[in-house]
Nanobody, 128 residues
Framework: QVQLVESGGGQVQAGGPLRLSCAAS????????MAWFRQASGKEREFVAS????????YYGDSVKGRFTIFRDSAKSTVYLQMNTLKPEDTADYYC?????????????????????WGQGTQVTVSS
């Protein structure tokens, strides 16, 4: 069983940075993939970025490439999302998720239905 707790959300001016953290309790194993998703009001949950626990391979959604960076601290069982050059359209609730990479699952999957565990979310508001 894995439990995920996000932190670091808040309000920030457009163009500014913000870093989100996701602390995992329970054992994260080499076959886990961690990801960040976001959901704006009235919209579908959107893939943001993912990282494999083994190897640290990353994958990003098109809307955040070049601005956001996902990375992990294995010793702390924590995944981070560094968000730079924030835009008002980045405003959303951000969720951390963990997936078992089953044989049928591609590494770094952007499909939210592949993820087994979810955090409670943290709100990010970007003002113009």
């Amino acid at each position: 069983q894995v439990q995920l707790v996000e932190s670091g959300g808040g309000q920030v001016q457009a163009g500014g940075p913000l870093r989100l953290s996701c602390a995992a309790s329970g054992r994260l194993l080499s076959y886990h993939c961690m990801a960040w998703f976001r959901q704006a009001s009235g919209k579908e949950r959107e893939f943001v970025a993912s990282i494999t626990w083994n190897g640290g391979y990353t994958y990003y959604g098109d809307s955040v490439k070049g601005r956001f960076t996902i990375f992990r601290d294995s010793a702390k069982s924590t995944v981070y999302l560094q968000m730079n050059t924030l835009k008002p359209e980045d405003t959303a609730d951000y969720y951390c998720a963990a997936a078992f990479l089953r044989p049928s699952t591609i590494a770094n999957t952007p499909n939210r239905y592949d993820y087994d565990y979810w955090g409670q979310g943290t709100q990010v508001t970007v003002s113009s």
